[in-house]
């Protein structure tokens, strides 16, 4: 947390940690991974268009959450590229399943 370079970033982390359940290594990883920067930073008139008091709620609404670095695609990546890079995941985890599992198409 002493990463964090202002307390309402420090609170984000501490409202999603509790929210999420995350350990410390998920925590780790999402500092490093900036999620602060990318979901209540990212670009919107909230400021133009809402009272202060909506404008954490909304952006916490509209964030996405998803975080796709363990693929390690680099930028910039085609939908496909990332489609393929999931998919072979999906695979190799239903693989590792045993064969009780199949996958049938995407």
Same mark, same amino acid.
């Given at each position: 947390?002493?990463?964090?370079?202002?307390? #309402?970033?420090?609170?984000? $982390?501490?409202?999603? =940690?509790?929210?999420? +359940?995350?350990?410390? &290594?998920?925590?780790?990883?999402?500092?490093? %991974? #900036?999620? $602060?920067?990318?979901?209540?930073? %990212?670009?919107? @008139?909230? &400021?133009? =268009?809402?009272? &202060? %008091?909506?404008? =954490?709620?909304?952006?916490?609404?509209?964030?996405? /959450? $998803?975080?796709?670095?363990?693929? /390690?695609?680099? /930028?910039?990546?085609? /939908? $496909?590229?990332?489609?393929? &890079?999931?998919? +072979? @995941?999906?695979?190799?985890?239903?693989?590792?399943? +045993? +064969?009780?599992?199949?996958?049938?198409? @995407?």
């Amino acid at each position: 947390m002493a990463r964090c370079k202002d307390p #309402q970033e420090r609170l984000f $982390y501490t409202q999603q =940690t509790r929210r999420q +359940g995350w350990t410390k &290594a998920v925590l780790a990883q999402q500092l490093s %991974a #900036q999620a $602060y920067q990318r979901t209540v930073l %990212a670009q919107h @008139n909230f &400021a133009q =268009t809402l009272s &202060a %008091a909506q404008q =954490t709620q909304a952006a916490l609404a509209l964030k996405d /959450e $998803y975080t796709f670095d363990f693929l /390690e695609l680099t /930028e910039p990546h085609s /939908e $496909y590229e990332l489609e393929q &890079a999931l998919l +072979g @995941n999906v695979r190799r985890f239903l693989q590792e399943m +045993g +064969g009780d599992f199949t996958f049938i198409g @995407n």
